[in-house]
């Protein structure tokens, strides 16, 4: 598979399944302009693709900001000269508890940075895409967004509403040239995941179907397949990548 030329912006490739899709997009030949809140993170993601011989540039955005996200777009069309390819990776979740011990805060804040994050990211991405009449976009959902993660209702929630705006865009967009598919990983061995005790880790592994975690590089084969022309008749398409969690 090959991406050679394509220009593609990641949000939140500072860590995690966002920074091992930067550095797998850019080994296989794509210009990255790597985004994240978190600057240090971003800017060591794009000093690891530079290092391996790599085109890339940082930007730090917070998705959840309507004018930072058109900046983005903008800094990234006149750094790659067009947009090509989008991964609209940025979110975050919230610790399990009741859905009456949610706080409002806890619920506005997963929805501003997971849900509006990935509209305002797409909306300006279809825009340049549009006008070139070509492009391939993947939204960061999970497998929370096609049933449930337990004690977590605003990430569900979330979730949920990017796999059915990925399935929204996919229809409007399917015949100016512009695919759009959605990634939904399961419990996946990022930095945020090892925070967790050991022993708890194990537990997450036995119960998915083929024993393990997933790791972020397999997520990311996942994301440059949706992105690249081998999926060229793909599109609102919900991949799991799950270790067959959801089919248990």
Same mark, same amino acid.
């Given at each position: 598979? &090959?991406?050679?030329? !394509?220009?593609? @912006?990641?949000?939140?490739?500072?860590?995690?399944?966002?920074?091992?899709?930067?550095?797998?997009?850019?080994? $296989?030949?794509?210009?990255? @302009?790597?985004?994240?809140?978190?600057?240090?993170?971003? !800017?060591?993601?794009?000093?690891?693709?530079?290092?391996?011989?790599? &085109?890339?540039?940082?930007? $730090? *955005? %917070?998705?959840?900001?309507?004018?930072?996200? %058109?900046?983005?777009?903008?800094?990234?069309?006149? =750094?790659?000269?067009?947009?090509?390819?989008?991964?609209?990776?940025?979110?975050?979740?919230?610790?399990? *508890?009741?859905?009456?011990?949610?706080? @409002?805060?806890?619920?506005?804040?997963?929805?501003?940075?997971?849900?509006?994050?990935? =509209? +305002?990211?797409?909306?300006?991405?279809?825009?340049?895409?549009?006008?070139?009449?070509?492009g391939s976009i993947v939204?960061?959902?999970?497998?929370?967004?096609?049933?449930?993660?337990?004690?977590?209702a605003a990430y569900t929630?979330?979730?949920?509403?990017?796999?059915?705006? &990925? !399935?929204?865009?996919?229809?409007?967009?399917?015949?100016?040239?512009?695919?759009?598919?959605?990634? *939904?990983?399961?419990?996946? $061995?990022t930095p945020g995941i090892?925070?967790?005790?050991?022993?708890?880790?194990?537990?997450?592994?036995?119960?998915?179907?083929?024993?393990?975690?997933?790791?972020?590089?397999?997520?990311?084969?996942?994301?440059?397949?949706?992105?690249?022309?081998?999926?060229? =008749? +793909?599109?609102?398409?919900?991949?799991?990548?799950?270790?067959?969690?959801?089919?248990?």
């Amino acid at each position: 598979m &090959t991406l050679a030329g !394509k220009g593609v @912006v990641i949000t939140g490739a500072g860590a995690g399944i966002g920074r091992a899709t930067a550095l797998h997009l850019a080994a $296989a030949g794509a210009r990255v @302009v790597v985004s994240d809140v978190a600057e240090d993170g971003g !800017k060591a993601t794009v000093e690891d693709i530079r290092a391996a011989g790599g &085109t890339a540039e940082f930007v $730090a *955005c %917070d998705v959840s900001d309507e004018a930072g996200v %058109d900046e983005l777009i903008e800094r990234s069309v006149a =750094f790659l000269g067009g947009l090509d390819l989008a991964v609209n990776n940025a979110g975050i979740a919230h610790a399990p *508890c009741d859905l009456h011990e949610l706080a @409002v805060q806890t619920w506005d804040g997963v929805m501003a940075v997971d849900l509006r994050g990935t =509209f +305002l990211c797409l909306r300006a991405e279809l825009g340049v895409m549009q006008a070139a009449g070509h492009g391939s976009i993947v939204n960061m959902a999970s497998n929370a967004g096609v049933k449930n993660a337990p004690g977590m209702a605003a990430y569900t929630a979330a979730k949920h509403g990017i796999v059915g705006l &990925t !399935k929204n865009a996919a229809l409007q967009y399917a015949r100016r040239g512009i695919r759009v598919n959605a990634v *939904c990983p399961g419990t996946i $061995a990022t930095p945020g995941i090892a925070s967790y005790p050991a022993e708890m880790q194990r537990e997450w592994g036995d119960i998915i179907p083929m024993g393990r975690l997933g790791t972020p590089e397999e997520v990311a084969r996942s994301v440059a397949f949706l992105l690249s022309a081998e999926s060229s =008749f +793909l599109t609102g398409v919900e991949l799991l990548v799950d270790g067959g969690l959801m089919y248990d």
